[in-house]
Each structure stands twice: as structure tokens, then as C-alpha cells.
T-cell receptor
Framework: GQQLNQSPQSMFIQEGEDVSMNCTSS?????WLWYKQDPGEGPVLLIA?????ELTSNGRLTAQFGITRKDSFLNISASIPSDVGIYFC???????????FGEGTQLTVNP | ETGVTQTPRHLVMGMTNKKSLKCEQH?????MYWYKQSAKKPLELMFV???????ENNSVPSRFSPECPNSSHLFLHLHTLQPEDSALYLC???????????FGPGTRLTVT
């Protein structure tokens, strides 16, 4: 099946730093989604991207749909302790197809 | 209640027990999903219901049995589980035509 490679697997940063993570695939995706999962909770949808090159922000979060349609990026600016969690990317090959999830990036923010 | 709710949040069961997980969505969606989340692995899609019909069953063992009585409710019936079935079970919902899935908080299942 499809596979998404998400990197890095984990990050340890200081509060206030900016964060970048990405998701790559060998296949072309129609839609990219980014989720955050807090410990003991389900994933929460952060940003959805529908068009190659699209750049979308949600507060301090910015995500981009790669031009090749095989990758996506998530940036978090000025991190705070509540940014701690696991960030997942998900891609959809075509309308109506099932989502493929990455393995997640575990983010730790030190105060 | 808003969003997607799941009960119970935690469940410990023996291998011979029968239990059910419940999911309810308050978003007006018409597709619902069961996922299994194990440590260090991507989310595994188990079942998909679209307009109350099961449209996908990803080779899930028969000890897991889903039920979707209407577009707002989804159940996962469990019987004679194995210890390796211990995981976080997540329910999600979406519009059939849209990619955005909204997840519940999950049920942490431990099989002893």
C-alpha cells in the first residue's frame, strides 16, 4: 500500500524556537492533512491542503502542499509548551480514497 | 455533546470476555471509521461505513465485529481478543465526499 515518510521522528526544542517537519511520498497526493495528537486523546485536524503550492496558516502553524504533490511541510513558529504532542500527516490519493497516515513526529518543548 | 465522542475511554478485558465500544458523532457526517493505533505504528484503518453501509473491511480478524445502526452511531463488538489487540481504538467521521476526518478521543483497550 501507500506509505508516507514523516521526519523527523522526534524533536526536542526550547520554548520560543521555530519547528519544521515534513512528510514525503513516492506517490502523488490530491490532498494533504495535518493532525496533532495530545497524550491520551484522538488526533485533532489542524490544517487541510487541497492544491499544489498552497500555503495555509492556522495561528502559529503554517503548512504547505509541495509543488511536486509528493510532499508537505508543517512549520510551528515561537513554540510554547502546549505544542507538545505527536503531529501526523495524512494524504489522500484522489477524491473518495482512504487516508494514508504518516508515523508521526513526537514534539517535546522544554520551558 | 459536540464533535465525536467515544465510550468507554478505558477498557480492560480478559481474553474470554465480550465487550463493545461505542462512538457517536454530532457533526452531521455520513461516513464513520474505526482505526487501531498501536505504539510506533501508523494508524491502521479497520472498518469504513459510508451512508450506513460497510464499504471496507481491511482484513480485520472476525473477533472484531462492527455495527452502524444509523449515520450518527458506530459500535465495535469485541470477543475472544488476544493480548496483541491491546491498543488505542479511534473512531472518526467525515462527509463521504470530503477528506477531512474528525476523530474521537479513543478507547484505550488492554487485553489481559
Amino acid at each position: 500500500g501507500q506509505q508516507l515518510n514523516q521526519s523527523p521522528q522526534s524533536m526536542f526544542i526550547q520554548e520560543g524556537e521555530d519547528v519544521s517537519m515534513n512528510c514525503t511520498s513516492s506517490s502523488i497526493f490530491n490532498t494533504w492533512l495535518w493532525y496533532k495528537q495530545d497524550p491520551g486523546e484522538g488526533p485533532v485536524l489542524l490544517i487541510a491542503l487541497y492544491k499544489a503550492g498552497e500555503l495555509t496558516s492556522n495561528g502559529r502553524l503554517t503548512a504547505q502542499f509541495g509543488i511536486t504533490r509528493k510532499d508537505s511541510f508543517l512549520n510551528i513558529s515561537a513554540s510554547i509548551p502546549s505544542d507538545v504532542g505527536i503531529y501526523f500527516c495524512a494524504g489522500q490519493l484522489y477524491s473518495g480514497s482512504r487516508l494514508t497516515f504518516g508515523e508521526g513526529t513526537q514534539l517535546t518543548v522544554n520551558p | 455533546e459536540t464533535g465525536v465522542t467515544q465510550t468507554p475511554r478505558h477498557l480492560v478485558m480478559g481474553m474470554t470476555n465480550k465487550k463493545s465500544l461505542k462512538c457517536e458523532q454530532h457533526l452531521g457526517h455520513n461516513a464513520m471509521y474505526w482505526y487501531k493505533q498501536s505504539a510506533k505504528k501508523p494508524l491502521e484503518l479497520m472498518f469504513v461505513y459510508s451512508l450506513e453501509e460497510r464499504v471496507e473491511n481491511n482484513s480485520v480478524p472476525s473477533r472484531f465485529s462492527p455495527e452502524c445502526p444509523n449515520s450518527s452511531h458506530l459500535f465495535l463488538h469485541l470477543h475472544t481478543l488476544q493480548p496483541e489487540d491491546s491498543a488505542l481504538y479511534l473512531c472518526a467521521s467525515s462527509q463521504v465526499e470530503g477528506p477531512e476526518q474528525y476523530f474521537g478521543p479513543g478507547t484505550r483497550l488492554t487485553v489481559t
